[in-house]
Structures are given as C-alpha cells and as structure tokens.
C-alpha cells in the first residue's frame, strides 16, 4: 500500500491529477502493483478523504497555544518516534492542528502496531499533499529521507 501512495505522491502533481477510483486502480495495475494493495490504498485514501472532511470545522476554528496529549492507546498504536515527528512537523509549522489529527486517525487506520517512523512520513506526505498544502522544502527533504540510509552515530 505505501509504495503505491508514494507512486501517487511522485506522478500526481495533486488530488485532483488523480483519475477517477476505477481507472486509477487500472493504471496501478497496469504499473505492475498487486490487486490486493490497489485495493487497500484506494480504501485508506476514501478514509482520508472521509476524515479530512470531517476535520474541516476544526480547520476553522481559531488556534490558540493549546498543548495535543496522546491517549495511551495511541502510544501503543504509534510509538514514540512517530509522535515525536509529528510534534516536530507541528513545532516545525508545517502540520496545522486539523492536518496532525488527519494524520494521527491515518495512521492508526494502517493497523500497524507501531507505525514506523518511514510509514509515518508517507503519511504525512500523504496529508499534506491531498490538502495540496505548501511544504517547506527543508520539510518535504526530511519526509523524502529514507532513515535507513542516514549513518547512525
């Protein structure tokens, strides 16, 4: 499922460049992607636009200084390194409050226990692409990163 929602992000420039559900699954499967994960990515992005509108009225309201604390739950479902890049993209100003609760309801729809902090990041990329939001380039290096590749120190 993520090497086709990264395939989606690297040959579309939006949402909307997107054919239709039908004929993108027939262009996926023409690429050579499995039935099985066409099937999967189409359905977690119908929850992502599904989510997505129903965050819209909390995209309205004013913000303030408020403070996100993680229910127990969801650190078990993400992980501290997940939860510690995305307060890095919130404190970072590129994932506005509505965004971070569209990627944390996301993330926690890939039934993965916890997420990798590589899923995590086609994830976010994914959000703010279908928002068709602006990304700061030194953001979108750091979501482009593959962290195996990084020298560990």
């Not at 997107?18 to 499967?29: E, I």
């Not at 050579?32 to 359905?43: K, N, S, Y």
């Not at 509108?53 to 390194?81: H, K, M, W």
Request: charged residues 20%.
């Amino acid at each position: 499922m993520f090497d086709i929602l990264v395939y989606l992000f690297e040959n579309y420039y939006t949402p909307q460049a997107c054919p239709d559900a039908d004929v993108l699954a027939h262009k996926l499967a023409a690429v050579g992607f499995e039935h099985e994960d066409i099937d999967e990515a189409l359905g977690w992005l119908y929850g992502l636009a599904q989510t997505t509108e129903q965050c819209i009225p909390l995209a309205q309201t004013p913000q303030s200084n408020s403070r996100r604390v993680f229910t127990d739950q969801e650190y078990q479902t993400l992980g501290t390194e997940a939860i510690g890049f995305i307060s890095f993209l919130e404190t970072s100003g590129a994932l506005p409050v509505a965004l971070r609760e569209i990627l944390i309801e996301r993330a926690q729809a890939t039934h993965e226990s916890p997420v990798s902090l590589e899923k995590i990041k086609i994830i976010a990329l994914m959000v703010l692409w279908s928002q068709e939001a602006e990304i700061d380039h030194l953001v979108l290096e750091e979501l482009l990163t593959d962290d195996h590749s990084r020298p560990s120190h």
